[in-house]
């Protein structure tokens, strides 16, 4: 069977700012409909030059990209925007109308839909991100959490097929990243692409598979998350923080305790400590 085209398809692909700089040298990626990646470095890496180029916010000197097999160069914002969602780090920069609902309302009118189903898209989105009280709430007013959550369901209520974020858990509380986390699961059971900026190393390592490592505008590796974020060399280059878990376990093992390779979050942690004690419960018994 012939391997499917990738709804993302980047080649070559270089661009510098007017002063000179340097911000993605010869990027060559491809990203399969349906997968969820992050891209993590430190800052000034190229990540958010890199996902600005792909709904035409930025456009490379060199280079080409393809889109659901389309070449972009020749795309408007406008175009692109149906295509790739981009939510960015921090949401007052695309929030601008008087009310929660006309931003909702706003984002929809650019796909030509009928007024009676512009507000039934509103009301289903204002109920699925629990925004009802706040529909005649200026953006402004709401606090970071809710800002954040308008600007996600700002960009979801257009549908697109690919959602990008930039550090969606950077400010967030618990109950926030839980809702976040919900959320991605569902896109991605409808065949959403989802690529995430972030350098939250912990979320990462528990929830998404695949991780592009950047540095100076360069890809440094591209792979499974577990392998790239317990590199150490990898970890340093990318001015990373090594996963507290991985630490955790490389302490035990100097206790004599080991653990399994597969062991990754807290709660998979809990249950191997609970089982050991246990079984040393049962020994002690058996005495």
């Known amino acids: 069977m012939a391997p499917k085209t990738p709804i993302i398809s980047i080649s070559e692909v270089s661009f510098h700012y007017l002063d000179g700089t340097q911000a993605l040298k010869d990027i060559n990626l491809n990203i399969p ?28 000197q060199r280079g080409s990209i393809y889109i659901k097999g389309e070449n972009i160069s020749s795309k408007s914002i406008a175009t692109l925007s149906q295509k790739v969602g981009i939510i960015f780090q921090t949401p007052s920069h695309q929030l601008f109308s008087s009310s929660v609902e006309e931003e909702l309302k706003f984002s929809l009118k650019n796909l030509k839909w009928k007024d009676s189903q512009i507000e039934e898209k509103v009301n289903e989105i204002l109920e699925e991100f629990n925004l ?8 402004l007013n709401l606090s970071g959490g809710e800002m954040k959550k308008l600007a996600i369901a700002s960009i979801i209520c257009r549908d697109p097929d690919i959602l990008i974020f930039d550090e969606p858990t950077l400010g967030q509380d618990g109950k926030e990243i839980k809702f976040f986390i919900d959320l991605i699961t569902r896109e991605k059971q409808k065949g959403k692409t989802i690529i995430i900026i972030t350098h939250n190393v912990e979320f990462t390592l528990e929830y998404i598979p695949r991780t592009i490592l950047m540095a100076d505008g360069e890809i440094l590796a591209d792979g499974p998350t577990k392998d ?4 150490d060399l990898l970890v340093k280059e990318a001015s990373l923080i090594y996963p507290q878990m991985f630490l955790f376990k490389a302490q035990l093992l100097q206790e004599g305790i080991s653990c399994p390779e597969d062991i990754i979050t807290q709660e998979q942690m809990i249950r191997h400590l609970k089982n050991i004690c246990s079984q040393k419960n049962h020994v002690k018994e058996g005495i």
């Open 33 to 60: 409909k349906g997968s969820i990646l992050s891209i993590m470095g430190k800052n000034g890496a190229g990540k958010t030059t890199l996902i600005r180029t792909l709904n035409g916010l930025i456009r490379p």
């Open 132 to 139: 009802q009280k706040y529909r005649e709430r200026s953006p």
């Open 228 to 231: 790239l974020l317990t590199n």
